[in-house]
T-cell receptor, first 114, second 114 residues
Framework: KAGVTQTPRYLIKTRGQQVTLSCSPISGHRSVSWYQQTPGQGLQFLFEYFSETQRNKGNFPGRFSGRQFSNSRSEMNVSTLELGDSALYLC?????????????FGEGSRLTVL | SQQGEEDPQALSIQEGENATMNCSYKTSINNLQWYRQNSGRGLVHLILIRSNEREKHSGRLRVTLDTSKKSSSLLITASRAADTASYFCATDASRGSTLGRLYFGRGTQLTVWP
């Protein structure tokens, strides 16, 4: 069974630009979560999608958005990039049970904002 | 914040020694998980322990959970150089909207010297 696939793995943007990151979950998984990892803040929850609906959202500004498609693939978008958005963005998939069980993470997309 | 905190922040040992990492958290949970992350890579799930369990084993891993003290420990026996990585504890929340959301600690950086 293929794992969680994130693209692109690395990208460099400049302040003010926008970026779209993609995540393909494990086949059969309907839940996709996104996390931001930085040295200063650690792992921070962004949002979670299940069957194309956002079920949970972390404390990030509205510049951070996401969506999920009918095939469970998910994208997240960051608009008007700031230097502080430089981070490793991790996507995780799961079955989506009520209580959060094991999450399967992708390798991440490392975003550098110049 | 429900974020867990690992202790120590860094641990350096020789191959063959045991490594113990601790985690404390703040609120009631359904389960606690431990993840491993190699530098710049995605997280890999190691073990999940439910709130009604006190101890769990998986290969060279032993996890304990004390819900009265809101703490957990991860023991890696007979460490190998390949165990060098960051180790994170993650909790869900037993109340409120938890879907897809885990609260991660800052991690323990384990270095195992050959």
């Amino acid at each position: 069974k293929a794992g969680v696939t994130q693209t692109p793995r690395y990208l460099i943007k400049t302040r003010g630009q926008q970026v779209t990151l993609s995540c393909s979950p494990i086949s059969g998984h309907r839940s996709v979560s996104w996390y931001q990892q930085t040295p200063g803040q650690g792992l921070q929850f962004l949002f979670e999608y299940f069957s194309e609906t956002q079920r949970n959202k972390g404390n990030f500004p509205g510049r951070f958005s996401g969506r999920q498609f009918s095939n469970s693939r998910s994208e997240m978008n960051v608009s008007t990039l700031e230097l502080g958005d430089s981070a490793l963005y991790l996507c995780a998939s799961s079955t989506g049970d009520r209580n959060t069980g094991e999450l399967f993470f992708g390798e991440g997309s490392r975003l550098t904002v110049l | 914040s429900q974020q867990g905190e690992e202790d120590p922040q860094a641990l350096s040992i020789q191959e063959g020694e045991n490594a113990t990492m601790n985690c404390s958290y703040k609120t009631s949970i359904n389960n606690l998980q431990w993840y491993r992350q190699n530098s710049g890579r995605g997280l890999v799930h190691l073990i999940l322990i439910r709130s009604n369990e006190r101890e769990k084993h998986s290969g060279r891993l032993r996890v304990t959970l004390d819900t009265s003290k809101k703490s957990s420990s991860l023991l890696i026996t007979a460490s190998r150089a390949a165990d060098t990585a960051s180790y994170f504890c993650a909790t869900d929340a037993s109340r409120g909207s938890t879907l897809g959301r885990l609260y991660f600690g800052r991690g323990t950086q384990l270095t195992v010297w050959p």
